[in-house]
């Protein structure tokens, strides 16, 4: 059986994390989805979870008890981890949280789209790229 690649979804919306779920079902993509509601246990998470090799984290920057930028930077600061690609998926499309995203290490930033539909297509979209086309150094999993 191949291997599923696997995307950690931090949201710390059970309504937006269960929207993701369903659109990321209708793109037909096999991948696994893991949520977290917090960056600590994302953190915990990927730290613990050696078995899982998350290809992907999809980040909402507006949570609750942190930002986005103190989870990427805890992130790039462990050498385990750093090599994961994190998308910033947010309701902001304020400049100074893109520029802050990408300062703090976020390889992209993509505002939530209105619709389902465009949900569907942007999380198809997102997901091809960062999980069938990019490529990252196999090393980096195989050392947690």
Known sequence: MPHRPSILLIDDSPGECELF???????????????????????HFLKVETKVE??????????????????????????????????????????????????????????KPGTFDELVQCVRDICRYWLNWNLWPVTTASQR
Do not use: C
Not at 26 to 31: E, F, K, V
Not at 36 to 41: L, M, S, V, Y
Not at 78 to 100: E, G, K, N, Q, W
């Open 54 to 111: 998350v290809k992907l984290i999809v980040l909402d920057w507006r949570l609750r008890h942190v930002t986005g930028t103190v989870f990427l930077e805890r992130l790039r600061a462990d050498t385990r981890l750093a090599a994961i690609p994190v998308v910033v998926f947010t309701t902001s499309d304020d400049a100074s949280d893109m520029t802050t995203a990408y300062a703090s290490g976020a390889n992209g930033y993509v505002v």
């Open 21 to 43: 779920r369903l659109a990321l079902a209708q793109t037909g993509l096999d991948a696994v989805l893991f949520d977290e509601p917090e960056t600590d246990a994302a953190l």
